[in-house]
């Protein structure tokens, strides 16, 4: 089955579903909605007098389905229950999400970095730091929200900073202090976390592969944003024994590998971009190119700048990382 046809018959037996099990005041439509990856499709589901409403991914239901091989019909009744669920959480907790979203004492400590693609067209309306073509927003962790399904968040945007009363600054500091001491870094061969996940002990990587590591935060949700820790570069170096390579795998984690003068960033660069189009989900994308980090010289830049500086025999740039600089977006920075 083809997407178009798809979403017409998901959205068919949704309000198929929503007319069975007799939810008075209940509608579904199919709407585009701005995320950090860009406009996105989403089944909105909207609770008559309430400002509150579920959106799930088109896309992601397709992907399975087609993955699956189900028919449609047989993955309506987890939407179903999901709805029905959310169902409840809307009407007891609307009133509080919204004081919790908007108010800054009740906000602050639920406050953490996230790191995503840096075109993100949220960026415009959103307060950010760039690190190279990657940008840092804040989140909000909204826990209530949260279950078993997945995680709650928001993003602050230039109305809740206005809301908050405070600056730029004091927002992702709070952010940096709250994400360090919930979320600290965690490295882990990547040997090891591919055995993990094929629950085989006995995987070994070739004894000629370069040294790799996964590097993500405690919980490896949006572990990506650990590149704000301020030390986060140069522990990892220290972990990996010198200079390396930094592949943005997903906004959960980085892949880092040491640099052994074999690694090509072009080759590098094929290759990420090639697992975005066939493994990575969209929402989960960070960007479509390496990064290198230079130990002795302190230097964060991307694979490409470092190979063409090296040929030339000098540094980008000298002194701190660039990723402690403040972002220096195009037009609309602040």
């Known amino acids: 089955m083809n997407y ?3 979403r017409t018959e998901l959205l068919a037996l949704v309000n198929d579903g929503i007319a069975d099990d007799k939810l008075e005041g209940v509608t579904a439509r199919l709407d585009s909605v701005m995320s950090t990856e860009g406009p996105t499709d989403r089944l ?20 399975h389905n087609q993955a699956s091989s189900k028919e449609v019909s047989e993955d309506i009744s987890s939407i179903m229950g999901s709805i029905k669920e959310n169902l409840e959480v809307i009407k ?21 970095l996230r790191l995503i693609p840096g075109d993100s067209p949220i960026l415009e309306e ?24 997945g995680r709650a968040v928001a993003v602050v945007n230039d109305g809740l900073l206005g809301m908050y009363g405070i600056d730029e600054k004091e927002l992702f500091e709070k952010a940096l202090s709250n994400s360090m001491e919930k ?27 370069p040294i790799a590591v996964v590097a993500t935060n405690a919980s490896g949700f949006h572990g990506a944003a650990i590149l704000g820790y301020p030390d986060f570069l140069e522990k990892a170096a220290e972990y990996i024994g010198g200079s390396f390579y930094m592949i943005p795998s997903s906004v959960h984690e980085f892949i880092l590998i040491k640099e052994d003068g074999r690694c090509d960033p072009r080759h590098l660069n094929r290759m990420i971009r090639e697992t975005n189009a066939t493994v990575v989900s969209s929402k989960d994308r960070l960007g479509d190119q390496c990064y290198h980090y230079d130990a002795e010289a302190k230097v964060l830049q991307t694979g490409l700048d470092y190979s063409e500086n090296r040929t030339r025999g000098e540094n980008k740039i000298e002194g701190p990382a660039k990723a402690d600089k403040p972002k220096t977006k195009k037009a609309g920075a602040r």
């Open 126 to 149: 959103t307060p950010h730091r760039m690190y190279e073509d990657m940008a840092m927003v804040v989140n909000i962790n909204l826990d209530s929200l949260s279950g078993d399904d």
């Open 44 to 63: 909105i589901v909207s609770v008559e007098g309430s400002n509150m409403s579920m959106a799930f991914r088109v896309r992601d239901f397709y992907e």
């Open 4 to 6: 178009e046809d798809f």
């Open 183 to 209: 979320e600290p870094y965690s490295f882990q061969p990547l040997d090891q976390v591919v055995a993990n996940m094929m629950a085989d002990d006995e995987f070994r990587m070739p004894d000629d592969a």
């Open 92 to 112: 007891t907790k609307e009133d509080y999400t919204k004081s919790f979203l908007t108010d800054y004492d009740k906000a602050k400590d639920h406050l953490m």
